[in-house]
């Protein structure tokens, strides 16, 4: 199904009016043709002019006649001001200045942008809203019938209706609940134009504005709170690394083997860098026995530092 864009505030049932009473088409201008070429022909036969004045008469008169809607239009017919029915799509006759085709009726699904301007929140916060609403004529007879610019009521029934939950809706639930305000908008506006004939297909909330010193205090207390989460996921990072050393602890306390293996995997990892510095507590040296390792590792070290480079080899 095809889109129409209307924008607020366009009345365009006007617009329809004046252009369904200057449309031609086809038929019709055959319809004003044939008795003016007719009516020529036998004024230059006769050689008198009203058949000439009589066929371009019965021409205009004809031409009123046939009426062509396009695929998506319903002509509203009118005689002699009362309702006789639709019309359309495609062509069909009225009886000249008897019936009349009051309105043209688009059924495609017509969108309308709508706003609500510095709007206060139930918190007393200023916000501007723009929205577009998605809408359709499903009954024409009643949307020409039942209300004087069906556009034009549609346009402000969601403007006020956006008002509305806007003004008991707080700040954090309209910029985190969006899709349930939508779908109480939707609810709201299609419960106000049913009775015009008209549906509402949905509701998408395009944009939020605050004010700017709110939009910088909101910022700070985002900023502080992702800190605080951060301290807080630190400090249980800590707490689960102290129980993991308390088990550890528990472990190496009755496995002395363990414990001694576990200093050497420690100096392994601390001087397989060349010129890497560790430092252990004398606590340690004692209680796990690494003065020896340490001894043996320093004297290594000091012979790989004295002992000079190995020269290459002679090339051939």
Known sequence: MSVVMLPLGRKRGEEDVSAGAARVNVVAAL????????????????????????????????????????????????????????RGPGLFWIVPFVDSVARWIDQ?????????????????????????????????????????????????????????????TSLVDLLKGRERIEEELQKLIDQRSTPWGVTVQSVEMRDVVIPESLQDAMSREAQAAREKQARIILGQAEVEIAHMFDKAAESYRDNPTALHLRAMNMLYEGLKEK??????????????????????????????????????????
């Open 31 to 86: 319809m004003l043709i044939v008795p003016a070429v007719l009516g020529i022909a036998a004024s230059v036969a006769v050689d008198n002019p009203v058949p000439v004045i009589a066929g371009i008469t019965i021409g205009l008169v004809l031409m009123q006649a046939p009426r062509v809607a396009k695929q998506w239009e319903r002509g509203v017919v009118l005689r002699l001001g009362r309702y006789v029915g639709l």
């Open 275 to 316: 010129g890497a510095l560790m430092l252990v507590p004398s606590t340690a040296v004692e209680s796990m026995g690494m003065g020896g390792l340490l001894g043996a590792a320093a004297m290594r070290q000091e012979a790989l530092a004295e002992s000079p480079a190995r020269p290459a080899p002679p090339k051939v």
């Open 108 to 168: 495609r699904v017509i969108t309308t942008s709508f706003a609500a301007e510095q709007t206060l929140t139930s918190d007393t916060v200023p916000v501007n809203v723009d929205a577009v609403l998605f809408w359709l004529v499903y009954d024409p007879e009643k949307a020409a019938l039942e209300v004087q610019e069906y556009q034009q009521a549609v346009s402000w029934a969601a403007q006020t209706a956006l008002r509305d939950i806007i003004g008991r």
